[in-house]
């Protein structure tokens, strides 16, 4: 019986080489935070978060002060009633942002832990739906200075060059003419076999200002709108999806169960993209991801592919991670010892136990700037 003996939290910022943009902001680095969760037995689990451009201190101090001590001396498998002790614990805090980010890495931790206790990989600890590789899009397309359609086109075109079936790109910056260039030139570089996936951002404040920029979208027939509107705008996610023939996907920023289902139930995604490392961790990704299959509703995953690889084998209604192929974006990978690989557009599963891969603890020390580690015991 796994007991946990000893839990350490970090928070670090990572530079970005180059200043990134997308259609609402403008981000030079990105803040994680981490956690390791130690077992008496001498087993370790690792779960970890993107918190945001700042403040990756704020899911540190939750970890630390509200949710860690609540797991020490408790069995690791218990992991539903330790959920349930960390969200009863922190609900005058959080249910949602940066604490459920708290919540959603212990959780990670405990599923990792586990699952290297009995020498699983994850995806087949969970019970797999396959067992060697998941189909994964290339995500790219953001807004760099003198980045014109052509290069755009460029970029969306080495992708599926390298086996990728699908591809996203940012939109939303620019004006509706400017706009509908950059999707023409993706659309004409991948042709028309290829999944060309558009991701807002968060564009758009109002329906008409939205059908404006959809409706130059359509003939270029992507496969799905991403966030369109802001998270708290369900019924204007709904109402898209009710006027437009492409897919409203959505999701990222939400956390708990009780939001998805109001999110699925208004009609407000086709595409249910939910973040493990956001939402609340393995737990409840799956109880969300349970709830969409029942609705007919498609899961693909935000960010972290380390993370979602193994819940989209899985999850039979989880159809694509969402991959980066450097550290230009989502530089996570520099805190890691092993990243995953890809072949003609898959991404091959670790075989390792657990998550299959470990912090790289001299790059944790160079970028959390002081002491890396806090301990809880």
């Not at 159809?319 to 230009?328: C, H, K």
Request: hydrophobic letters at 40%; charged letters at 25%; glycine letters at 8%.
């Amino acid at each position: 019986m796994p007991i946990i003996e000893s839990i350490q939290v970090a928070s670090v910022a990572v530079p970005l080489d180059k200043v990134t943009s997308f259609s609402t902001r403008t981000v030079s680095e990105r803040h994680y935070c981490l956690v390791k969760v130690r077992g008496k037995d001498g087993n370790e689990g690792i779960g970890f978060c993107y918190v945001g451009s700042a403040g990756g201190d704020i899911a540190k101090l939750a970890v630390e002060q509200l949710l860690a001590p609540k797991l020490i001396s408790q069995n690791s498998h218990r992991s539903e009633g330790l959920w349930m002790e960390m969200y009863n614990e922190s609900i005058l805090q959080g249910r949602a942002g940066a604490v459920m980010r708290g919540i959603s890495i212990l959780d990670t931790a405990l599923w990792d832990l586990n699952a290297r206790s009995v020498g699983l990989p994850l995806h087949q600890y969970l019970g797999s739906v396959v067992d060697d590789r998941v189909p994964a899009y290339a995500s790219g397309g953001y807004y760099l200075e003198g980045k014109t359609p052509a290069k755009l086109g460029k970029e969306m075109e080495s992708y599926v060059k390298q086996g990728f079936k699908a591809v996203k790109m940012k939109v939303g910056r620019l004006s509706p003419s400017e706009e509908e260039a950059r999707v023409k030139a993706a659309r004409k570089a991948v042709g028309d076999d290829v999944l060309l996936t558009l991701d807002a951002n968060n564009a758009w404040r109002d329906l008409p200002t939205a059908l404006e920029y959809v409706r130059r979208f359509e003939p270029y027939n992507p496969y799905w709108i991403e966030e369109p509107f802001s998270p708290d705008a369900i019924d204007l996610h709904a109402a898209l999806a009710r006027q437009t023939k492409i897919n409203v996907a959505t999701g990222e920023m939400e956390a708990g169960r009780w939001r998805f289902r109001e999110l699925i139930d208004a009609g407000g995604a086709a595409i249910l993209q939910s973040d493990a490392a956001v939402c609340g961790g393995i737990t409840e990704w799956r109880r969300i991801s349970a709830y969409a299959d029942l609705k007919g509703v498609i899961v693909c995953p935000h960010w972290m592919h380390d993370l979602h690889a193994p819940l989209v084998a899985a999850t039979p209604n989880a159809r694509f991670v969402e991959f980066f192929l450097d550290d230009q974006v989502l530089n996570f990978r520099r805190l890691i010892n092993k990243q995953l690989t890809f072949k003609n557009g898959d991404l091959i599963l670790h075989k390792t136990p657990g998550l299959g891969f470990e912090f790289d603890e001299s790059a944790v020390k160079k970028y959390a700037g002081k002491a890396a580690w806090t301990k809880i015991s």
